[in-house]
């Protein structure tokens, strides 16, 4: 049969054609555009209708951006310039050049000793050296004159790197030590420095003594072996009350502003220590806290004091002891129920009242406090959520495996309930670091109460978008790099493929 | 045969207190009371102390007091003669004006957002999600404070709408955008426009009575009616008859520039602009995603099930999709909607005249009652939390799927 058909067709093609290319309309960019922008007459439309928008937004922010000015003294100069130049609109980004400091890190004062002795030190030596303009009796205005005239000279960028060193090492060690918990490639080791962070962080930016956030470190340590040793000896519950006590018998009168203690042993440790041997930085009140700093440093102390608080709270929402939840519930519907503000009102102005008569404590230390409580309870709700989507089976395993109240919690349920609440945890801690920008309706020089400032000034006022677009920028900077982390750990910590 | 032993009889000791699981919640449960009742007695007799040694006592006296000062927006008369109490009714108006407009106009360009985020278009998608990132990874305070200083700052001055002025009124001359603020015509109520009211609401009870009829009808005999048609009709018509039957009674009056502001019309503060949009646009950036969400919650399974039955892309978004989705959506929105009332607290940072400025302000500055002032502000603000709550909380339960 096939030798007849062979014989009878003049020719067969024995090899395979190459595919012939796709025709015009339907490779690369072509395609691509008429799939995604002109798929039917009113997607076509709708793309001509924003393409019309984007020219028309970008047509007036663009050219107002890109010749924007960047050397001027004040906004009257930059318009001089922008009519000199002949332009119909131009940004005067000049602000920003010459107050950028003051936005990042508000009053907080520089480390002038360090910047005169290492970038000035000729000038220093004909004022008559560094006694003679810092020492005690030196006259105030001319080191005023002096200080502004170093600064003027050595440019913003030295001022930056070194004279603001200490908060820019805190948070350069910020990064180290948050890396290894966000990043579980990074050896573990690194997060005993974290847990070490906060004592370096507040001697780095309060200053003052070493010896005061080594003594409370120390006294911690100590406490926590306390309650482990009684632990070992007889049972969880009498070492938890063990390490109570302990924490109670050393810290009852842990910081210099409440002369309530009983014991006020870490002053006087602290004393001791430091006529022993002073080593510290030059001591810096909260008052001159400022700027983004304020926001990093309230956004970071509120993120990690308020997931184990709120943890805590959702744990005790669900808990099945009535009194325990009721308390709870209570805490958690009054703390939501009510505004950040108004919170932040009552922390600035009441809680003098609740508070034994005669103390009176830091107001960044208050805001902190206000600030996780509120973040605590958002925190509590979500990660609830957590804990009710987990299926009870769950629950009744780690029962049925003998395990504890608190083992079953941490070993079973938590890591899977905090896996799912991922995404509303660091919605929450957005919300927290955006928060951040109402403490300047307590008095707080936040980023925002600082273009205030700087509008208040001869040479500035009247600046409104340059200053809004910088402070805008820098905090979306960071929300946007936490959203992102959460997408990518849900991604990391997925482990149902679907 | 075995007997059944009897478990043997324990008698209490004291350890089981702290032992024994049975026990034990109790234990913890009075040491909790007890400390709590500690902390309040604590904190109560350090406010008694307090209060006392600067002279202070606790009384809500002060409500009844005149205030002294005046409020730029009332919703209500009020005169600086006025009583404390009334001036923070007024204010609770005001917060309560601007949360109400900011929840619809948020929900809005919410709704729109979300949807045009998953269009099929790449580039309205691109907008989309640049304006969503944008709007929620920065604070709030600076929207309010940029749209207050576009309001402020970018708009003419009352001036420049002279003749030969260089801004001019939008909207057929009906509206004036200025750095005062906003001027949009007042309606004026004449005599017969009581009539004119009441047959334009009878209408719309007419309206809801039609879907009703035709839901009925449509189940009873499977005959639909036209009613978006009919609807319409009756939406305009009888209003409209009315109208015109009465002469006309109601008639608008213009804003018009006379010396060197605005006369007529009425003057919505640039305060009360700057907030309302920022919380919308704010707000809307989250309910964008919530409506997103809700929309990819409903499986493509739906979809092509209603297809199979024979429905229509529209009837099967209005009768399969969006009844799925909504049960996803309404909760977290409705929490959109209490954020946005908390929000509004930020009035503060433009001056407008809210609960938090009179009440939990100038009143507070004057009397010098701030435990009192703060308590009531509080409450204020819980129960308008609880209340929303409690409807969200009516609405889960009659969506929840019934299961077992």
Redesign the interface.
Known sequence: MSDTHAHSVAFARDTMLPPAPPPPGETGAIRWIRE??F?SWS?GL??IV??Y??WSILSAILPWTLQGIWDAGSLGECRAIRDERGLSTAACWAVINERWLQILFGFYPTDNQLLASWFYSDELAAAGGLEAVFGPGSNSTARIEFIAAMKADIGNLVVFFFGYWRPLMALALLVVAVAPILYSSLPRKLLWFSLAYPFVAVFLLWGGTIWGPVSVAVGLVAAILVGRVVAAAS?A??GMLAGIVAVLAIFLNPLPFADIGLFPLLPHVTGVLNAAMPIGLEAIPSDDFGGFMLAIIIGTSGIVLSLPLGIVLALGRQS?????KW?CVTFI??I???????WL??AS??L??????GTNFDLLLRVIIMVTLFASAYLAEVVRGGLAALPKGQYEAADSLGLDYWKAMRLIVLPQALKISIPGIVNTF?GLF??T??V??IGLRDP?GLTNAIRATAEWN?I??EL?IF??LL??VF??FM?RYSMYLERKLQTDRR | MADVTEPPRESFRLSQLLYDSRYRSLTIQVVAAMLIMALLVELVDNTVTNLAALGKDIGFGFLWTTAGYDINQQLIPFSSQDTHARAAVVGILNTLLVAFLGCILATVIGVLAGVLRLSKNWLIARIMTVYVEAMRNTPLLIWILIVFAVMTEATPQPREFREGGSASMILWDSVAISNRGVYIPRPVWAEGSGLVVAVFLLSIVGIFALRWYARRRQEATGQQLPVLWISLGLFFVPALLAYFVMGRPVSLEYPELGGFNFTGGVQIRNSFIALWLALSLYTSAFIAEIVRAGILAVSKGQTEASFALGLQPNRTMQLIILPQALRVIIPPLISQYLNLTKNSSLAIAVGYMDVRSTLGGITINQTGRELEGMLLLGIFYLITSLIISALMNLYNSSVKLKER
């Open positions: 995604n922008l798929s997607n709708l793309t924003s393409i928008l984007i049972g519950l009498l099945s002891m009535p009194l325990i308390i519907e009054v939501r129920g009510v505004p950040l503000i108004v009102f009552t102005l009441l003098n009242y609740f508070l034994p008569p957005i955006k928060d920008t109402l300047v309706f925002l009247g409104y978008w809004y402070v805008g905090f979306f929300c946007f959203s």
